[in-house]
């Protein structure tokens, strides 16, 4: 791109992304906010939704899961936001960044009138700030192998070769942030829209120290929402508007009230008598609801997995053996858990590239098409696996299974238990079932041996999926320099060379979820539910987070 001119395209990855790659639009939930009607009003009227987890923490760069990074998304704003088609548009940034001829220099202005709820303007040291935490080893940021390979001096610092000052951004005033970059990354745009790239306020954050992000009195936002009533054991809490926000009268409800609900027939029960605006349904209720008026299943590209820890309390553990790992990955009929146990429009998947995400920058043709099947479901070939492993281990094999504690994940652990155990006589599993924090916390320790783990993408390509697996940065113990060879080679051999990068990326995968067998590809998952009517505005996302309500509201 010419230097000096300004990034108007909305491809964000060197890939032609299928028109099916789009954010997730419906008729009951999105509309077109485009069109001047009388919803441009405030709705005075609460719009009452569901979370099936707590929400973990509100500081940005200490969060992976889904209800952390939504609220986050909804409270907090960074230089880029993403619309109801999954474009990256302007948001504390006045315009498209502008790119050097050689890709690696980013030049952004932030709009002049963005505030932080105290009062506070938002500056380029905000991201400065935020980012260099980010990038800091000592913080131990889940996001900050997101600095590998991307902003300049980012993987030298991850490797504690470099401080974190060294970090290649820095406020050439209070409006105008610089991005070095180590090497293009065609990605980054998109990138910028995902929370841990959001601002923070030093002063604010250096106050508050440990208790940053831990309740509502220990957060200042800058996005369309402040978040009332809540801490980290909530079970509930609010969304309202943000009068300090730059927006503000664009945005539809005056309050947002959310509730932790992790049993279906509560869900249910809630929708029914009214008290839900949106219910999230699986298993038997989705399956008897198909039919309602108000039902609507909405396809994501979100993956769920089998994650198998190698290594546990610095001894190898079980899944250290790869006859055990393939044993588990041929014996799972993953058809019959999406359609009998979830039975909401979530599909059986064969790799770990979800479909209709991404595809061929020459062809067009999807990712997941052309890489074809991975481990497909084979009962005899598990039983010889399981029979070598009985061998090399002198005896019969016990699995303990990790699970959260909401009840699709509950059913979920059974089924597999169920099944395994029943297609691989010898093999016992034991389900041990936590919170969600309480299960994030296990896996970061690596105190686990078998755990099913959701990995909804950051940006619009396939590394998104594949980076987080190499040697340095997984969280299963996984090692292979095949592997992380193929990785390199994406990243920065053939980072200008689309069709190469491409067969790299496929090849990855491959060795990934065949050869190796270091994870097991379960559903890509849909989102089945009930939808109010009179619900509009909720904006569902491809990748980032997965729902924004700047634009929610719910008909007077």
């Given amino acids: 791109m010419k230097k000096g001119v300004k990034q108007s395209i909305t491809l964000i990855t060197t890939v032609l992304l299928l028109s099916a790659c789009g954010g997730n639009t419906s008729d009951k939930s999105t509309q077109n906010t485009d069109n001047k009607t009388a919803t441009d009003q405030k709705s005075t009227k609460v719009l009452n939704l569901m979370e099936a987890s707590e929400v973990g923490s509100m500081d940005t760069i200490f969060t992976q899961d889904e209800p952390s990074v939504n609220a986050q998304s909804n409270v907090f704003e960074g230089l880029y936001q993403l619309d109801e088609k999954d474009n990256v548009i302007p948001a504390v940034a006045k315009e498209m960044p502008e790119i050097s001829e050689d890709g690696k220099t980013y030049t952004v202005k932030l709009r002049e009138d963005a505030k932080w709820s105290n009062g506070d303007k938002v500056t380029a040291n905000d991201f400065v700030f935020a980012w260099k935490k980010m990038a800091d080893p000592k913080n131990q940021a889940n996001y900050f192998f997101l600095m590998d390979g991307t902003i300049l001096n980012g993987t030298e610092i991850v490797n504690q070769e470099k401080s974190a000052d060294e970090l290649g951004v820095k406020a050439l005033d209070d409006y105008t942030l610089e991005i070095k970059m180590a090497k293009p990354v065609t990605y980054f745009t998109s990138l910028l829209a995902f929370s841990p790239f959001f601002p923070q306020n030093e002063k604010f954050v250096t106050e508050k120290g440990k208790e940053y992000g831990t309740s509502s009195d220990n957060i200042v936002s800058n996005g369309p929402f402040l978040m009332e009533n809540w801490d980290q054991s909530s079970m509930s809490w609010d969304l309202v508007q943000n009068p300090n926000y730059y927006d503000a009268d664009k945005v539809k409800s005056e309050k947002i009230h959310f509730e932790v609900l992790k049993e279906t027939n509560t869900v249910f029960n809630l929708y ?170 296990l896996m970061k320790k690596g105190d686990y041996e078998l755990s099913v783990s959701m990995w909804g993408p950051d940006y619009q390509d396939p590394m998104t999926f594949l980076e987080s697996s190499v040697s340095t940065k997984n969280k299963t113990n996984y090692r292979s320099e095949k592997y992380d060879q193929l990785i390199d080679d994406a990243s920065n051999k053939y980072a200008n060379e689309p069709e190469k990068r491409w067969e790299a990326l496929i090849a990855a995968e491959k060795v990934l979820v065949e050869e190796d067998v270091a994870l097991i590809p379960l559903y890509q998952q849909a989102r089945g539910q009930l939808v109010r009517p009179g619900v509009e505005g909720i904006e569902y996302h491809n990748f980032g987070a997965t729902s924004t309500y700047k634009n929610a509201y719910i008909k007077e």
């Fill in 272 to 441: 029914e008598s009214g008290e839900l605006d949106v219910a999230i349904l699986t298993g038997d209720f989705a399956k008897q609801n198909k039919e309602n008026p108000d039902y609507e299943a909405i396809q994501r590209s979100k993956v769920y997995s089998l994650r198998m820890n190698q290594k546990r309390n610095d001894k190898p553990s079980i899944f250290a053996n790869e006859n055990v790992r393939k044993a588990v990955a041929y014996a799972l009929d993953k058809k019959s858990l999406v359609e009998n146990i979830l039975a909401d429009g979530s599909k059986d998947i064969y790799g770990y590239i979800p479909k209709d995400f991404v595809a061929n920058p020459e062809t067009g043709e999807d990712f997941r098409k052309e890489a074809g099947d991975l481990v497909k479901t084979d009962e005899k070939l598990a039983n010889e696996y399981l029979d070598k492993a009985k061998k090399e281990l002198n005896g019969d094999v016990t699995i303990e299974l990790l699970s959260k504690d909401g009840d699709g994940d509950k059913k979920v652990a059974e089924f597999i238990q169920g099944q395994l155990e029943k297609t691989l006589p010898g093999l016992k599993i034991n389900v041990k079932t936590v919170p969600l924090n309480n299960s994030i916390e």
